[in-house]
């Protein structure tokens, strides 16, 4: 089965500098690619995502990047702020045709951004 | 429009113990789900459901069972609950992953903290 290895587990940057995590996956059929981000206290939110007939994504200071040859993919967060705290999770999962798709997380990586 | 909810947020439980957990989503999705998260571990697929009347295991299903009598609600049930099922439990829900653009992305509900003395 597919396996996500997600670092670093944690991270700590200077309010308005970048961030960045990297994900590997094992399965080279997954073709979809979520982050999501979850606060203390709250379930996890979708913040972005991308499929893999698609090398970069970005949504404002949010972009993310994929490579399937070497089977990772990176989110990056530009000019962070206090409010991105938070643990990032990134997944991997098959999506698409008739079967269930199981969704398969990394181990989170905790952000904390200094004012 | 609340999206998925979850019930109760939080509960206290003794060993051998029983209850279940209720999630109900608002989005029309045929896929629902069951995760765990401890520390360290990330997520965890516990069960899972395709849609009304049928459910199937995911990652970590011993010592859970799960119902889905209606198309909007997704029960998890302990029923015998042991300190090792203390976690918070997350319930999701999503359409298949072949519509919607082909994503099925996984909408989640707030958590519930279960401990198990």
């Known amino acids: 089965g597919e396996n996500v290895e997600q670092h670093p587990s944690t991270l700590s940057v200077q309010e308005g500098d970048s961030a960045v995590i990297k994900c590997t996956y094992s399965?080279?059929?997954?073709?979809?690619f979520p982050w999501y981000k979850q606060e203390l206290g709250k379930g996890p939110q979708l913040i972005i995502d991308?499929?893999?007939?698609?090398g970069e994504k970005k949504d404002q200071r949010i972009a993310v990047t994929l490579n399937k040859t070497a089977k990772h993919f990176s989110l990056h967060i530009t000019e962070t702020q206090p409010e991105d705290s938070a643990v990032y999770f990134c997944?991997?999962?098959?999506?698409?045709?008739?079967?269930?798709?199981?969704?398969?997380f990394g181990q989170g990586t905790i952000l904390t951004v200094h004012p | 429009n609340a999206g998925v909810t979850q019930t109760p947020k939080f509960r206290v439980l003794k060993t051998g113990q029983s209850m279940t957990l209720l999630c109900a989503q608002d989005?029309?999705?045929?896929?629902m789900y069951w995760y765990r998260q401890d520390p360290g571990m990330g997520l965890r697929l516990i069960h899972y459901s395709v849609g009304e009347g049928t459910t199937a295991k995911g990652e970590v299903p011993d010592g859970y069972n799960v119902s889905r009598l209606k198309k909007q609600n997704f029960l998890l049930g302990l029923e015998s609950a042991a300190p090792s099922q203390t976690s918070v439990y997350f319930c999701a829900s999503s359409f298949p992953p072949w519509v919607a653009g082909g994503r099925g992305t996984q909408y989640f509900g707030p958590g519930t903290r279960l401990t198990v003395l």
């Open positions: 991308i499929r893999s007939n698609v």
């Open positions: 989005m029309n999705h045929e896929y």
């Open positions: 997944a991997a999962i098959l999506a698409g045709g008739t079967s269930y798709g199981k969704l398969t």
């Open positions: 399965d080279s059929a997954s073709n979809y």
